[in-house]
């Protein structure tokens, strides 16, 4: 059984820097693309970046060039930073698979960005 608990939201101001962890349970972890995902009010979730297991990158556009995620498979965790952050990148992030598997979603952790 996998399981995921991220951890590391906060409120923050325009143009400052978060970390966010995940740590996930399971002999899978190693072997498989890990995502973070984030998830506005009124918004759909979406996938904002992923790492594969051998440590290739995808970011969404409007991430790129200030989030970047990285995993350390000796501590089967994922992290996010995120830097330069904009009121919009305001939202519960989630880490899950890539794709997505719907049993896998944690309670995610609220990141708030003020003007």
């Known amino acids: 059984q996998v399981q995921l608990v991220e951890s590391g939201g906060g409120l923050v101001q325009a143009g400052d820097s978060l970390r966010l962890s995940c740590a996930a349970s399971g002999s899978i972890f190693r072997i498989t693309t890990m995502g973070w995902y984030r998830q506005a009010p009124g918004k759909q979730r979406e996938l904002v970046a992923r790492i594969s297991s051998g440590g290739g990158t995808n970011y969404a556009d409007s991430v790129k060039g200030r989030f970047t995620i990285s995993r350390d498979n000796a501590k089967n965790t994922v992290y996010l930073q995120m830097n330069s952050l904009k009121p919009e990148d305001t939202a519960v992030y989630y880490c899950?698979?890539?794709?997505?598997?719907?049993?896998?979603w944690g309670q995610g952790t609220q990141v708030t960005v003020s003007s």
């Open positions: 899950n698979v890539a794709p997505s598997i719907n049993a896998y």
